[in-house]
T-cell receptor
Framework: GAGVSQSPRYKVTKRGQDVALRCDPISGHVSLYWYRQALGQGPEFLTYFNYEAQQDKSGLPNDRFSAERPEGSISTLTIQRTEQRDSAMYRC?????????????FGPGTRLTVT | AQSVTQLDSHVSVSEGTPVLLRCNYSSSYSPSLFWYVQHPNKGLQLLLKYTSAATLVKGINGFEAEFKKSETSFHLTKPSAHMSDAAEYFCVVSGRGSQGNLIFGKGTKLSVKP
């Protein structure tokens, strides 16, 4: 079956522009997670959803970052007024349930470069 | 708060020799612990997970890890390295309580010499 997909795979944008990153989770998975991975670091949690409800957004760095999952499936992470420090790999993952032991399946990531 | 510390940023072994990647964790709850692997230009893949059952956990590709509560460690081992094992490995602990958000270590890059 299809895994987690993300689009675009690569995004280059100019500072000050808004970007929208899309995640399509595995069908039927309850939970969807967003992480950001800087070069040479492990992924850092941003936010997650159970169905359409955003459960935790404590990892979002500031109010330029927002996410939604309106129908409990596809999710969009939006960064407004991008800055160079936003350049990173943005990873999405989904899991069957919202439990600490549940395996998360990761997508290939979106490499964002802000020039 | 939960956290993980990977003790080596880079490990280099020869093909056919044992692999040891070290990880210590900190958790105020009974943790779920994972090892993920990331091959170049590929996504993250789960190697194995510990969820309070057997303390010795076997994963894919011959890897295993032992949960040692007294040492707060969860080291990853493999008896004999293969060239295809060259990748970055992340030790991971689950977030607070039963929530599923993951907390990653900084990663250990494994190099395998022929």
């Amino acid at each position: 079956g299809a895994g987690v997909s993300q689009s675009p795979r690569y995004k280059v944008t100019k500072r000050g522009q808004d970007v929208a990153l899309r995640c399509d989770p595995i069908s039927g998975h309850v939970s969807l997670y967003w992480y950001r991975q800087a070069l040479g670091q492990g992924p850092e949690f941003l936010t997650y959803f159970n169905y359409e409800a955003q459960q935790d957004k404590s990892g979002l760095p500031n109010d330029r970052f927002s996410a939604e999952r309106p129908e409990g499936s596809i999710s969009t992470l939006t960064i407004q007024r991008t800055e160079q420090r936003d350049s990173a790999m943005y990873r999405c993952a989904s899991s069957r349930e919202d439990q600490g032991h549940s395996e998360q399946y990761f997508g290939p990531g979106t490499r964002l470069t802000v020039t | 708060a939960q956290s993980v510390t990977q003790l080596d940023s880079h490990v280099s072994v020869s093909e056919g020799t044992p692999v040891l990647l070290r990880c210590n964790y900190s958790s105020s709850y009974s943790p779920s612990l994972f090892w993920y692997v990331q091959h170049p230009n590929k996504g993250l893949q789960l190697l194995l997970k510990y969820t309070s059952a057997a303390t010795l956990v076997k994963g894919i590709n011959g890897f295993e890890a032992e949960f040692k509560k007294s040492e707060t460690s969860f080291h990853l081992t493999k008896p004999s390295a293969h060239m295809s094992d060259a990748a970055e490995y992340f030790c991971v602990v689950s977030g607070r309580g039963s929530q599923g958000n993951l907390i990653f270590g900084k990663g250990t890059k494994l190099s395998v010499k022929p």
